[in-house]
């Protein structure tokens, strides 16, 4: 996919920013999924929140963001984002946004063909996918969690990079909650089999997502990078790569910490943080 260049590492921001980054695109496109490492953020929200709709300071999520903005060789208001609402709304974007909440896009996935715009997805177990096609100098990102990628997030998303003139896209699976710490009723299991009925995802790839849970015979495990790596599969995305992150729990002493809503609930704690993932074209190829 890259040449032999590493498609994920643990890389370190001169300012300090922890990031799970690579070239997958032959330095034309840039990515970061950026950890909880870093920040100015204290308390529960130590220490790179990046969320807006948390109840951090606003000035300590105003620097973050800067932060990791500038790690990927931007400006702060050449970030695009989105508020997002779980749906399966995708939109083209064509400069950054402003921190106001309130007036941005209901939204959970969007697309450019502007340079050196920074696509920016926020999670905390959910799954942020990073998508590129270098040659056609068009990019997407979507917060892909479980009902969002059940009811359309990731096949919305790629029909916008399509419509820009995307061809071969290459999909990035960020940092996410794995099937181990991912429990669920059987009701959502439903819920999700029933909203495949009409999709090309095989049904049994979709029930192959699930594990009963070998604690408790009537819970499930689920595998969210399974089921939209399905959903790529099915879309005909053929360069997928997974970064292999897990957000409850890290994959040892080398990986980053994040955030994890989960977590956080399962601790008892008031809120969580939010991790950021950004993707941007670059001013020149190469």
């Not at 479980?146 to 061809?167: C, H, K, S, V, Y």
Request: proline residues 4%; contains cysteine.
């Amino acid at each position: 996919m890259s040449g032999g260049r590493p498609i994920f590492e643990r890389r370190q921001a001169d300012n300090g920013a922890v990031f799970v980054g690579g070239d997958a695109f032959a330095g034309r496109i840039r990515y970061g999924f950026f950890s909880a490492e870093g920040g100015v953020s204290h308390g529960i929200y130590d220490s790179l929140n990046c969320g807006f709709g948390s109840d951090d300071k606003p000035e300590c999520v105003t620097r973050n963001r800067e932060v990791c903005a500038a790690a990927m060789g931007l400006a702060t208001d050449r970030l695009a984002a989105v508020f997002q609402t779980h749906s399966a709304d995708a939109v083209t974007v064509t400069a950054g946004t402003s921190a106001n909440r309130e007036t941005m896009n209901r939204a959970d996935g969007m697309a450019t063909t502007v340079p050196e715009l920074g696509l920016a997805i926020l999670t905390a177990d959910c799954l942020p996918l990073l998508l590129g096609d270098a040659d056609a100098g068009v990019i997407g990102a979507c917060h892909a969690g479980w009902r969002g990628a059940a009811t359309g997030i990731i096949q919305a998303t790629l029909t916008e990079m399509l419509a820009a003139g995307a061809q071969q896209i290459t999909a990035l699976i960020g940092p996410t909650i794995r099937q181990a710490s991912y429990q669920v009723g059987s009701e959502m299991r439903a819920e999700i089999m029933e909203s495949q009925q009409d999709s090309r995802v095989r049904a049994d790839n979709i029930a192959g997502c699930f594990m009963v849970d070998p604690e408790r015979d009537d819970r499930y495990l689920f595998d969210l990078p399974g089921f939209v790596r399905a959903q790529l599969d099915a879309a005909g995305v053929a360069q997928i790569a997974d970064c292999g992150e897990d957000t409850y729990s890290p994959n040892g002493t080398e990986s980053p910490r994040f955030f994890s809503h989960r977590r956080a609930t399962h601790e008892a704690a008031p809120d969580s943080g939010r991790q950021i993932s950004i993707i941007s074209l670059a001013a020149t190829p190469g």
